[in-house]
């Protein structure tokens, strides 16, 4: 969920080095930078310990989401956050729920509000930009196949397993020639 840190980013290139040249490895790469900026953050449960409501300079990194104020911030994964958007009102900000401990019932609603409102956009499309970075690995579990007997489906089996009401078999459309 979040993890403190102890000192804000140092150790990451921007986005438009990234681009600008392939490094010789990913394994070790530092983290990218797409955004940095100033913001007001408003966090609900109010109480909650790790991160409290005011100004704080937001890194939206290749690897983490780390919110920085004075002398300590917090970094969060992605797979962490549940939901990310943008709310118009009342000042134009980006919203995040960040799962809990039991992800189910309890999350941390955390709202950002860059200064002078311009980075809204910029902040959402770097957050949905890393976060794709990161997939949630119980998702791909939900679109696989466990059956050895898989295999694709053609005109010549596509109504193997299908049967109409009255118990016949469909007819194709298709017609091999």
Not at 152 to 160: E, G, K, V
Request: charged share 25%.
């Amino acid at each position: 969920m979040f993890a403190p840190v102890s000192a804000p980013p140092a150790d990451f290139i921007s986005l438009e080095d990234c681009q600008a040249a392939t490094p010789a490895s990913f394994a070790n790469a530092p983290a990218v930078l797409h955004c940095q900026t100033e913001a007001h953050i408003a966090v609900a449960p109010a109480d909650f310990p790790l991160l409290k409501t005011g100004l704080h300079t937001v890194y939206v990194t290749s690897k983490t989401l780390i919110l920085w104020s004075g002398d300590s911030g917090v970094e969060i994964i992605y797979r962490d956050i549940t939901l990310h958007a943008i709310a118009p009102s009342p000042e134009r900000h980006v919203y995040l729920q960040i799962a809990g401990e039991e992800e189910e019932e309890n999350f941390v609603e955390v709202t950002i509000t860059p200064k002078g409102g311009s980075d809204v956009d910029r902040i959402y499309d770097a957050l949905c930009a890393c976060a794709a970075l990161h997939p949630d690995p119980q998702e791909d579990d939900n679109y696989r196949v466990e059956s050895d007997s898989a295999e694709w489906i053609t005109t010549n089996n596509q109504f193997d397993d299908v049967e109409e009401e009255d118990g016949e078999q469909p007819q194709s459309k298709w017609r091999r020639t």
